[in-house]
């Protein structure tokens, strides 16, 4: 192991989840992955979401800027569900998610083309686009939590 | 509460964690969202290590599409920092996070130079560019860890 590498490995990074020829060597580095994917997605959404209620005031940059984010984890948690992903650390994916394949690619797919949506809307700058693709994305997250998203974590 | 706001409540989407002046609502949350975006940063960073140690083939359009997430992560955790958020979950961050700001603030200005240099590396597509800029950044990484972040979690 050379000097960048020890360097990089006494700074925390995650590099134990990294195999050659896996991203996460453990079923829980996943799962800790796709979980903190879907809390920087979730936060950035709500931030957004604010803006659309009145609850802050709307800024087109800084909805535009929060959208940026949500459309690229969009495309990040789909790899962490791998097989053998379904335990190893507590988790609300079902088991359905590996039985129904398909469906999820075809839900997680919506899903991304959705967030695409959202922040070509988001960069317009106009508040009702935003609100209107806002609507459709949660409309999207929503129809894959219902179906593969249990309401408690379980190991 | 109009029908949006329903929809994307049903969503899952964290709400919760956006008040009218602040983007947190409990320190959990905010305690949560900077972990996470700790996680998806050392996950991304990783994998361009994983490249520059030869685990893994090099490819540059991965090196920066991976580059291009440690960039936009490395913006967004300071917020997460303030004030009362020292505990509430299970935590590393050391209490001289709050003791030390103009310390912190530099560690972190400096990281997010060093990511901002990693990303512009990583587009030039030169494996040792991206090896220099990376062992800089893990620097960075490591300089505030050491000082700012505990071994062990604790609440």
């Given at each position: 192991?050379?000097?960048?590498?020890?360097?990089?490995v006494?700074?925390?990074?995650?590099?134990?989840?990294?195999?050659?020829?896996?991203?996460?060597q453990?079923?829980e580095?996943?799962?800790?992955?796709?979980?903190s994917?879907?809390?920087?997605?979730?936060?950035h959404?709500?931030?957004v979401?604010a803006?659309?209620?009145?609850?802050?005031?709307f800024?087109?940059k800084?909805?535009?800027?929060?959208?940026?984010?949500?459309?690229?984890?969009?495309k990040?948690?789909?790899?962490?569900?791998?097989d053998?992903?379904?335990?190893?650390?507590?988790?609300?994916?079902?088991?359905?998610?590996?039985?129904e394949p398909?469906?999820?690619?075809?839900?997680?797919?919506?899903?991304?083309?959705?967030?695409?949506k959202?922040?070509?809307?988001?960069?317009?700058?106009?508040?009702?686009n935003i609100?209107a693709?806002?609507?459709?994305?949660g409309r999207a997250c929503?129809?894959?939590?219902?179906?593969?998203r249990?309401?408690?974590y379980s190991n």
């Amino acid at each position: 192991m050379n000097r960048l590498a020890l360097t990089v490995v006494a700074a925390g990074v995650a590099l134990t989840s990294l195999g050659a020829a896996a991203q996460f060597q453990k079923p829980e580095d996943a799962i800790k992955y796709r979980q903190s994917v879907m809390t920087v997605m979730g936060n950035h959404l709500g931030r957004v979401a604010a803006m659309v209620q009145g609850r802050v005031p709307f800024d087109a940059k800084t909805a535009a800027d929060n959208a940026a984010i949500v459309v690229m984890m969009s495309k990040l948690p789909w790899v962490a569900f791998g097989d053998g992903t379904d335990k190893g650390m507590p988790t609300r994916a079902r088991p359905e998610i590996w039985k129904e394949p398909a469906k999820f690619k075809d839900l997680e797919n919506k899903m991304m083309a959705d967030a695409e949506k959202f922040d070509a809307a988001a960069k317009t700058g106009n508040l009702d686009n935003i609100k209107a693709a806002l609507g459709t994305l949660g409309r999207a997250c929503k129809s894959c939590h219902d179906d593969f998203r249990n309401e408690k974590y379980s190991n």
